[in-house]
């Protein structure tokens, strides 16, 4: 076959049958953190707040480290750089942030958090908070705790894979 032809496949009609993992932790997670945004920016709008849960996170950035650069940003909050300065101009349009210049890097400005994106971001911190409450509801405080070491414990393995290293092991091979 001559490389200038292109290649037809056909279309697959009928479901694949995929192995499923014998955890599906990604799955769980991806359904909790999917049900809780949805929810969250549900309550928000009924405060009258219409901004995303990326927004939220953005204003949370912002209130932690002040006077971060949009790529500083992008990075906290785990978007791309085109998203965040969407959303960057989203908060300054409605006042929730300010950009001043850089003196360091003319390129690269610095944003700011205003008093009224405090108090919009302290009503998303409350609506977290009880969005959270009641996600762990079902479970003892002692089973809370211990989901979040254990989900903490997932993170630090990925971030070791991130940076080429072997994740830590204490599975059995049972």
Not at 29 to 49: K, N, P, Q, W, Y
Request: include cysteine; glycine fraction near 4%.
């Amino acid at each position: 076959m001559s490389p200038s032809r292109t290649v037809q496949s056909r279309a697959i009609r009928e479901p694949v049958q995929l192995p499923e993992p014998e955890h599906d932790v990604a799955r769980a997670l991806r359904d909790v953190m999917h049900a809780f945004r949805t929810i969250m920016e549900g309550e928000m709008r009924s405060r009258g707040a219409s901004l995303s849960f990326a927004h939220a996170m953005l204003l949370k950035a912002l209130a932690r480290e002040p006077g971060l650069s949009g790529a500083q940003a992008a990075r906290r909050t785990q978007v791309t750089a085109q998203t965040m300065n969407v959303l960057l101009r989203n908060l300054e349009s409605v006042g929730y942030a300010v950009r001043e210049p850089n003196p360091e890097n003319k390129r690269a400005d610095r944003w700011f958090l205003t008093q009224d994106g405090l108090r919009h971001m302290e009503l998303g911190h409350s609506v977290a908070d009880a969005l959270a409450a009641k996600m762990l509801l079902p479970l003892s405080d002692r089973d809370a705790d211990r989901l979040q070491q254990l989900l903490q414990k997932c993170a630090t393995a990925l971030h070791a894979v991130q940076d080429g290293k072997a994740p830590a092991t204490t599975r059995s091979a049972a």
